[in-house]
């Protein structure tokens, strides 16, 4: 458990934050002999990577709001000897489609000659499939090389272009609009889809897109582990963070939660944080270091900084547990193994430009894409010994291009409506109606929840429900972002949440970052909020 009081004294390192960036960053410092007070305003450390029983009565232990593991160094784990495992799914995704009036689909994974297979299936040849290990080849080069740079000193441009070693691969991710590339090296438009996903997940974007904001938001999800694998936290996401606090308070940092900072003041040398309890009462502790382990948004409002640009979210999440897998169209495939990788809804190419279209008008999306896995296939310990004996399941779904702006007018209203028209989607592809398969709660009430970015905002602080809490940059040094992209205008300000350069998903790499700069004992001032 945390402390529920500020012991009095100056520290070596105030974090504004408890979740697993501010852990990771506490438990380097305390570990280094600094010591370090977390001050967190939720009653329980691990912000949005956590583990929660969300329906009454059920013992379901889900990741609520982040889902799955890829951009956290395996560095981090062993440097802090953390008691965190992680599963490797045996199937990267299926997709289903309708094609000449018969249930389909592509399933990769399960070895090379079973996803070729699978490809032949789908397009009759293996020309996608030959396109796809080209491609895939390509950015697992890329992955090779930058992946070991995020918990290094920021390279400049140049620098990463010359460690990429590979013109094409810098030209095709770095310089050009993905859609370029998808269009050229794929034809069908079902295979076009499934490799566009990884540049729109958060990122509210098209294909060709001129900032490119999907091409970064795709270099994030293929680059993680040096592979590009997302891998199944044993015991949910709280797993991590709980490791992460034990090994931080084991090291001596004082861990808060309750406690909200409101103000930070700063004279580059010394800072002194004031703080708010859920009770009312003030009170300011000094730091010579102070980290926040919030959004950019955030750093502005406790320093007086001028306020970064706008953050918009454009995800629905949606946490289920089922009695049991639903049926699909497709006989071919084993519910087991679709659900089991990422099980692609409304994500051809050509839907998820029309999504796109739709919502940029100011209309939520009439076919409402969405990915969905099964985590409690890969790990079932996150289901009670009764559920699991039973053969309930949980499905995780992540419905993209569903930007903040669309619910600003009632947000409760087309919550609902994005709910029905994601789920309707889903079952065109199922033998039974998923809601057939819903567990109940203690109430009756069927076991599924939904967040949209206005919930996951007030629910977490995401600004505009943003998961990455603003554009995800690219992870190179660029004017004002300082030796390790974690620097402020304040010499002894950091920033060490996911707005970090190099941040975004449960990586730990900004904590990790922010805690080398204050261990380097350089002082820096730069662009930042």
């Not at 953390?82 to 009036?101: C, M």
């Not at 592509?106 to 293996?126: C, H, I, M, W």
């Not at 994030?220 to 044993?234: K, L, R, S």
Request: aromatic letters at 6%.
């Amino acid at each position: 458990m945390s402390a529920h009081a500020v012991q009095a004294g100056e520290y070596d390192a105030v974090i504004v934050g408890g979740g697993h960036n501010g852990l990771v960053a506490a438990a380097y410092l305390a570990r280094a002999g600094r010591s370090v007070l977390v001050l967190e305003r939720l009653d329980h450390t691990g912000g949005a990577a956590v583990s929660t029983r969300p329906f009454a009565g059920v013992d379901a232990r889900l990741s609520r709001y982040s889902y799955l593991v890829s951009l956290l160094p395996r560095k981090i784990v062993q440097d802090l000897g953390l008691d965190f495992r992680l599963r490797t799914r045996t199937i990267s995704s299926y997709t289903p489609v309708q094609r000449d009036g018969r249930a389909t689909g592509l399933l990769v994974g399960g070895g090379p000659e079973r996803t070729r297979a699978a490809f032949a299936r789908l397009t009759g040849s293996d020309r996608e499939w030959q396109s796809w290990q080209r491609f895939y080849g390509m950015t697992g080069r890329v992955a090779r090389r930058v992946f070991p740079t995020l918990t290094e000193p920021l390279p400049t441009r140049e620098e990463l272009r010359r460690r990429i070693d590979d013109e094409d691969a810098w030209r095709t991710l770095f310089e050009e609009p993905i859609g370029v590339a998808v269009e050229d090296r794929f034809a069908d438009d079902l295979v076009r889809g499934v490799v566009l996903t990884d540049a729109l997940i958060g990122t509210f974007a098209g294909a060709h897109d001129v900032s490119l904001a999907q091409n970064r938001c795709f270099l994030y999800h293929v680059i993680g582990g040096g592979t590009g694998a997302w891998d199944v936290p044993v015991g949910g996401m709280g797993a991590l963070t709980d490791a992460l606090a034990d090994t931080a308070r084991a090291a001596g940092a004082h861990l808060v939660t309750g406690h909200e900072a409101v103000r930070v003041a700063s004279d580059g040398r010394r800072a002194e944080v004031t703080y708010r309890t859920r009770g009312g009462e003030e009170g300011t502790v000094g730091a010579r270091h102070v980290l926040v382990n919030a959004s950019p948004q955030a750093l502005a409002a406790l320093t007086a900084g001028a306020p970064p640009e706008p953050a918009e979210g454009a995800q629905l999440k949606v946490n289920m547990l089922l009695t049991r897998l639903p049926r699909l169209r497709d006989g071919a495939v084993d519910p087991r193994e679709a659900f089991a990788g990422t099980f692609h809804v409304a994500e051809g190419y050509e839907q998820l430009a029309a999504a796109h279209a739709q919502a940029a008008a100011g209309e939520p999306p009439a076919a409402p894409p969405s990915e969905i896995y099964c985590h409690s296939l890969t790990d079932p310990t996150i289901l009670g010994p009764d559920l699991a004996d039973r053969g309930h399941q949980t499905l995780t779904l992540f419905g993209l291009h569903t930007p903040a702006r669309l619910f600003v007018r009632d947000n409760d209203a087309l919550r609902e409506e994005l709910l029905r028209s994601t789920l309707a989607q889903l079952d065109a592809h199922l033998a039974e109606p998923l809601a057939d398969c819903l567990a109940t709660d203690a109430d009756g009430r069927p076991c599924i929840e939904a967040r949209t970015p206005l919930d996951l905002e007030r629910d977490l602080g995401l600004p505009g429900g943003n998961i990455f809490h603003r554009a995800l940059s690219w992870p190179y040094a660029q004017e004002g972002t300082g030796r390790w992209g974690v620097e402020t205008r304040h010499a002894n300000v950091l920033l060490c949440g996911a707005g970090a350069v190099r941040g975004g998903g449960v990586s730990g790499v900004p904590g990790h970052n922010a805690a080398m700069a204050v261990l380097e004992g350089r002082g820096w001032a730069g662009q930042g909020g």
